[in-house]
C-alpha cells in the first residue's frame, strides 16, 4: 500500500525569481515569496505541504526531478507543479527527466503562453504532463496542487 503523500513539489524555472519586478504587465506585481504561500496555503488546505523552489539551473532543476520522482514513487510526494519558464520551450533534457522518472506533473504558466510569440506556444514537456494551467496567475499553481490531489485519491498508488 503507498504511503500517505505529505507533500507535494512545485519547482520553477529561469528568472522566475524576478517575480514582482519582471513584466509586471505579464506576470504580475506579486513575488516569488507570494508565490510560495499561495502554494503552502493551498497544500495546507489539502493537509500536506508545498515544496517550492526555483532555480536558474537546467542541472539543478533536473536532480530535483528526479528527487521529485523517488519521493512520489515512495507515496510521500503527490507530484509535481512544474513552471520550467523558458526551459519549457527548449528543454528535451528536462522532459527526459519528467518521463525517466514517470513524475506526475502538471505543467504551468502565469502567462497565456498561446497569446503570446509563437515559440512559447511549443512546450516539450506537455506530452509527459497531465496536464496543462495557463494564463491563470497563481490560481493555475493552486489549481494544480488540487488536480494532484484529486488524482491521488482517484487512483491511489500512482
Ligand atoms: C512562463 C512563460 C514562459 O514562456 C516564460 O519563458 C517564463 C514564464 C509563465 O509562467 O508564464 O519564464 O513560464
Redesign the pocket.
Known sequence: MTAAATKVHVLN????NLLGT?EPG??GTGTLDDLRRRCEAAAAALGVEADVRQSNHEGELIDWVHEAGRETAAGVSLGAVL???????TSIALRDAVSGVSLPVIE??????HA??A??GRSYLAPVAIGVI??MGPD?YAYAIDALARRRAQQPGT
Not at 83 to 89: D, E, M, Q, S
Not at 108 to 113: A, C, D, E, I, K
Request: glycine fraction near 14%; hydrophobic fraction near 35%.
Open positions: 524555472g529561469p528568472n522566475l519582471r505579464l506576470y513552471n520550467l519558464g523558458a526551459y519549457t520551450h504551468v504558466h502565469l502567462s497565456n503562453v503570446r510569440e515559440f512559447r495557463a494564463g493555475g
